[in-house]
């Protein structure tokens, strides 16, 4: 029962943490969140049972991609008036996730 709860916890925290990835404008917001999003799939990789899953995840991905992301960001020095306008994401966001949703249903 407890192994469940973790679970949708973890899912559902890697599933928010990707929308926010999304939809966020500053780049280094977005690595942030995909930090989290990272580690939420490595506790789900702990909780399925795959112990080297978990690590490759958390040594490789979170620690070795998004630091070599993170230095990029940082050394590109991407000022905010230089971001493009985007003002139908949130639009475009929520029609995609209309799209997918009832295929996801199929694989549930």
Do not use: C, D
Request: hydrophobic letters at 70%; zero cysteines; charged letters at 5%.
């Amino acid at each position: 029962m407890l192994s469940s709860i973790i679970f949708i916890i973890l899912a559902t925290l890697a599933l928010i943490s990707a929308l926010v990835m999304i939809y966020v404008k500053q780049p280094i917001n977005a690595a942030l969140s995909f930090i989290v999003t990272l580690l939420s799939i490595a506790g789900l990789f702990a909780l399925l049972g795959g112990g080297f899953l978990f690590l490759v995840q958390i040594i490789i991905y979170a620690g070795a991609i998004i630091a070599l992301i993170l230095f990029i960001i940082m050394f590109l020095n991407i000022k905010e008036e230089n971001l493009p306008h985007e003002p139908y994401k949130l639009r475009w966001l929520t029609a995609m996730t209309l799209l997918v949703m009832p295929f996801s249903a199929i694989l549930i």
